[in-house]
């Protein structure tokens, strides 16, 4: 592999990102979970392919980012080598590599407005106004004021049973 030629290869190229740092650059391909720390010119050098440059363009963006010689070449195989060019899944636009919560998005928009349409909110008015007038009207369900207890410390209170007076 001399050169990103084909689709895939130019297809990889361009899914990566590149995030610099006070000690080099980071690439990598989140649709992969792949990612490489290389120096400051090999961020460059796939900068500039992202740009559509060819390879001799980034190799010497690449040579006058280092100060010395770059082999373009040698750099892609490694690359390679580290996954970054293997062909993915690889979605455009603002949601690649967004981690997905798959139990929220499990409800349907038409479910979740369900949940919170007029008519449920009815409902839930109605169990809060039930439940209040069974600790209006039953004694019995009501807590006395010796069933209340205090603990010296908050967290305390979080780790003691909660049945204590009954």
Known sequence: MATPADDTQQSAVRAM???RGADGCVLGRPDLNIFVRVPEPGGVFVEVLQAGGTLAEATTRAS??????VDGVDFLAGLSAAGLLAPGESTPGPDRGVRRIRWIEGVSPRAAAHLFGRAAWILYAVAAGFAAGLLLLRGDL??????L?????????????STVGT
């Open 64 to 69: 006058e980012a280092a100060g010395e010689g």
């Open 142 to 147: 009501r807590p006395a004021p010796e069933q």
């Open 149 to 161: 207890w205090w603990t010296p410390d908050p967290a305390f209170s979080l780790l003691s049973p």
């Open 17 to 19: 990102v590149v995030a």
